[in-house]
């Protein structure tokens, strides 16, 4: 069974650094063609993609967010880690990490149930 | 930073059908890039529910449906049930932004 479970701080403090993690199971990141994706939303709007951490340690970012985020992997430990820099109010969301799949078109298939972080003093 | 247009909300009685649209642009879904439609029961995680060209993770009945023309794809529930009561998103690539862009998101209603 696939499955994914974010952690990290539920308040952060304006111009602080978030860091979120992902652990996974029942898959390898190793495993070519795997991925794994950041993706937010903030309450009542709509779901923004992040970030991306690929198999081959690849990472990829949401253009309008590049400077403030890393992405890195331990494979041992079957985790993501996001980071985020001089966070924000706006970016109070629930942040989640899913699963792609280059052979189901990298469609986000397997989510972790999301964690709330929530930016303010 | 939705590229990905999507009608606030759609209706319809128990068994009708509706329609979700997804409109985009030549640098994703005219770019023929893979549209995904997810969808989020309230206070859930979204969960996929068609990812291509109408390919459904097992569980999901085949009352969801896709299609895509040009630049816009749309999203077809036939026998609207009350479990159906949920917000849709679409998702693809953009290359012009080199990353992924979901829909402003679609919430359906049960009358």
């Known amino acids: 069974q696939v499955t994914l479970k974010e952690s990290g701080p539920a308040l952060v403090k304006p111009t602080q650094t978030l860091t979120l993690t992902c652990t996974f199971s029942g898959f390898s990141l190793s495993t070519s063609g795997m991925r794994v994706s950041w993706i937010r939303q903030p309450p009542g709007k709509a779901l923004e993609w992040l970030g991306r951490?690929?198999?081959?340690?690849?990472?990829f970012f949401n253009t309008a967010l590049k400077t403030r985020l890393t992405i890195s992997k331990d494979s041992s430990k079957k985790q993501v880690v996001l980071t985020m820099t001089n966070m924000d109010p706006v970016d109070t969301a629930t942040y989640y990490c899913?699963?792609?799949?280059?052979?189901?078109?990298?469609?986000?298939?397997?989510w972790g149930q999301g964690t709330m972080v929530t930016v303010s003093s | 930073q939705s590229v990905l247009t999507q009608p606030p909300s759609v209706s319809g009685a128990p068994g009708q059908r509706v329609t979700i649209s997804c409109t985009g642009s030549?640098?994703?879904?005219?770019?023929?890039?893979?549209v995904h439609w997810y969808q989020q029961l309230p206070g859930t995680v979204p969960k996929l529910l068609i990812h291509g060209d109408n390919n459904r993770p097992s569980g999901v009945p085949d009352r969801f449906s896709v299609s895509t023309s040009g630049t816009s794809a749309s999203l077809a529930i036939t026998g609207l049930q009350a479990e159906d009561e949920a917000d849709y998103y679409c998702?693809?690539?953009?290359?012009?932004?080199?990353?992924?862009?979901f829909g402003t998101g679609t919430k359906v209603t049960v009358l």
């Open positions: 951490m690929d198999w081959d340690d690849d990472t």
């Open positions: 030549s640098s994703n879904i005219g770019a023929l890039y893979d």
């Open positions: 998702q693809s690539y953009d290359n012009s932004l080199n990353g992924y862009v």
């Open positions: 899913a699963r792609q799949m280059t052979k189901k078109g990298d469609a986000f298939d397997i």
